[in-house]
């Protein structure tokens, strides 16, 4: 029996060299061995991405969710707002992070798959000096979107905002020029292109922007990010960490680093292209339109007459699991990721089962 292929956005099918991480020694977070650790992966994360000149990183447990709402709920200064863009699940997130901390908050909300118009943003920004923080999802994996990083982020720049990406299932999947995007605080997760396990996820941001984020009050115990950061620039930890998935970040970062960012984007990028081409040839419709999409996922139609629950259990049945749609697009579309480690014959193999999947309906 073949593995099972994790078609879903994360987590991924991993390595087995990151999977025998996990089985490293017992250890104390408060023993240097740990200190050893997170210093590695944090400066790791930064190599990778060749941004070790202007950039920190800060280790967080839990999923991109927590490293998310570090990220937005320690990046604002009183009385200043937030511009959210919200075109999927993902940037409604950040909006609800921002409600719940009850900021200040103009969103751009537009239709899921939709992408920004950047005279509506410029428009909010000439109109609302109090903007401080322009938040955006670069791909937004509701539909598989891709949004337009850098025409936003030099917008943000032009306008003297602070630019706060949510990264998460773009990082080490699609390409991302930190040199001519302007990112200041980029939010990412071990268990996505970067093919770690789940339990540690990460913010990334510009040194430069520490003396602003120290001035903001403390609004939260677990998800402080100068407090995480002062802990880890010190090799100390605030609470215990998931240390069996930083033993795996850790290799992950070490393969990712050998494979080269680039490389591993250029190898998403053909996977998804051969998938496409596969998933034309059996005649499935697109939601998002070529030029707009992703290297990491793909959003197609239910062809008529099959219910998702019916394709996922075919396709569970012959050793891949598939991904819904969320909210409005469940009853329309499913979703293809093709994150983590896969080989062509699989992605070869996926396509001969889908195509007689759908035949059959
Ligand atoms: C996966 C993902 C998240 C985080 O989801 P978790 O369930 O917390 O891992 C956030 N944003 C985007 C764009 C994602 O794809």
Redesign the pocket.
Known sequence: MPRTVLLN??PVNVTDRVRQALILPDLCHREKEFSDLMAAIRSKSLKAFDIEKEYTSVLVSG???AA?EMAVSSSLTPGRSMLVIQNGV?GE?IGKICDIYQFRQHSLKLTWGEPPCLESIENKLKKNPDIEVVAL?H???TTGLLNPLKEVGTLARRYNKVFLV?C??SLAGDEINFETCPIDIAVG?AN?CVQGFPGVSFVLFREKELPRLRKIPERTLYFNLTGYHKAQEAGGVLFTPAIPAHYALDVALDELIEETVAARVQRYANAAKFLRAGFKDIGLEFLIPEGLRSNCLTSLRLPKGMNYEKLHGELKANGFVIYAGQGNLSDNIFRIANMGDIKQEEFERLLQVLKATVRLS
Do not use: C, N, Q
């Open positions: 956005p994360g999923s991109g969710t998310l993902y997130r999802v791909h937004e994996t949510d998460i299932s997760t996505k």
